[in-house]
T-cell receptor, first 113, second 110 residues
């Protein structure tokens, strides 16, 4: 199916475990982004990528690792999950960095216990 | 100071009424502005871009005031389906990210 898909939709993990959230887009968009959304904070950028093998930090990168070996995939890894990383995570893609044309995936709701 | 500030509400609106709300942005270098709509527990979706001259899309009108650094959204003839959270968004060259406000929650009441 065309679009941007995230998996899993829901995930419960224990403190200290590694967990990877997946993001896949079929448009061949150059730019991909990971945001987290928390009550009281709105959406905040974690990492973004301008192309395969090019990634950069956003507003709240600590505790997260990303990679982009293929244009269509942009996984987000929590190396050692903490309760403060309980959140809803949204992946997005865009053809440009101008702010136009962003499309978001349906999100992953992560709970760290 | 947050880059984009919004009064979260909720804004309880009778069906058929008009509702308007503003957001303010702190970075005068911000170049592009948007309103996104987010339904409960779903992803944000672009509602409309905001232009300096103001723009309208059906029942929705957006305005940008660069001098006062605020953006507004007006919804006319509110429908029950308009119930959602409306996110004010700014993009600034060099930040390489969309800056989101916390959202205005709108509840349209029958």
């Amino acid at each position: 199916d065309a679009g941007i898909t995230q998996s899993p939709r829901y995930k419960i993990t224990e403190t200290g475990r590694q967990v990877t959230l997946m993001c896949h887009q079929t448009w061949s968009h150059s730019y991909m982004f990971w945001y987290r959304q928390d009550l009281g904070h709105g959406l905040r950028l974690i990492y973004y990528s301008a192309a395969a093998d090019i990634t950069d930090k956003g507003e709240v990168p600590d505790g997260y690792v990303v990679s982009r070996s293929k244009t269509e995939n942009f996984p987000l890894t929590l190396e050692s999950a903490t309760r403060s990383q309980t959140s809803v995570y949204f992946c997005a893609s865009s053809e440009s960095l101008t702010g136009y044309g962003y499309t978001f995936g349906s999100g992953t709701r992560l709970t760290v216990v | 100071r947050k880059e984009v500030e919004q009064d979260p509400g909720p804004f309880n609106v009778p069906e058929g009424a008009t509702v308007a709300f503003n957001c303010t942005y702190s970075n005068s270098a911000s170049q592009s502005f948007f309103w996104y709509r987010q339904d409960c527990r779903k992803e944000p979706k672009l509602l409309m871009s905001v232009y300096s001259s103001g723009n309208e899309d059906g029942r929705f009108t957006a305005q940008l005031n660069r001098a006062s650094q605020y953006i507004s959204l007006l919804i006319r003839d509110s429908k029950l389906s308009d119930s959602a959270t409306y996110l004010c968004v700014a993009w600034t060259r060099g930040n390489n990210r969309l800056a989101f406000g916390k959202g205005n929650q709108v509840v349209v009441i029958p």
